[in-house]
């Protein structure tokens, strides 16, 4: 499988791209673009609602002042502040994979794309800084939301281990739990220079990870 391949196994939905669907109730899915742009607007709504005040403190009337619609639009697509919340994880895990995937694409070979990748990653998480305490929260709010979430991210990265290993670039036994040590390395850089340090310079994080990972621990002579 070359990169670009790769790329379109992670993307997850390539035929209908920046479409959210319904990713908390299938039944309630809208059916037309404007059906579309407000259950847009409700996830992304909930996403600053959720992150200022978390889950408990948040409200669904919130949320609707928020995304500009009226109560009743949000009960067309969603049943409860639960099931908005367990939507909104997967939607800012499918947008921080939208965000890095055509990054990494391109990247010339599998020690560039996880250089390329971590580096997308800080910026999406200065961007969009709500996301920890989001996914942070869903441990306790949804399990099997917040499971899925580092599942899915792991898997993407264990698929582009895999490719960069048939193609030569990496060595033959980096697996998974080469791709879960990736993960988490990328977690608490996110945290530190994301999340906690704005002015750190993101290409130079990335960039030193990157050594870690091509180069390892050993002194070199």
Known sequence: MDRAQTAGAEAGNPDNPGNPGNPGNPDKAPRTERGRRTLRKLLDAAAVEFGERGFHD????????????ALGS??????????????????????LRDHVTPIVQAAPDEIAAERIGLESFLGFVREHREIYRIIDEAEFVDYASYRRHYETTVERIRQRLA???????????AGEVAAWAIAGMNVFLGMRYGLWDADADIEAVARTANDLLANGLAKRD
Not at 80 to 85: L, T
Not at 163 to 173: M, T
């Open 163 to 173: 490719s960069g290993a048939a193609r030569g670039e990496i060595r033959a036994d």
């Open 74 to 95: 949000f009960y067309t697509y969603f049943d409860s502040k639960e099931e908005i919340f367990q939507a909104l994880v997967r939607y800012m895990s499918e947008q």
């Open 58 to 69: 948040a409200s669904i009337s919130g949320i609707t002042r928020r995304a500009g619609t």
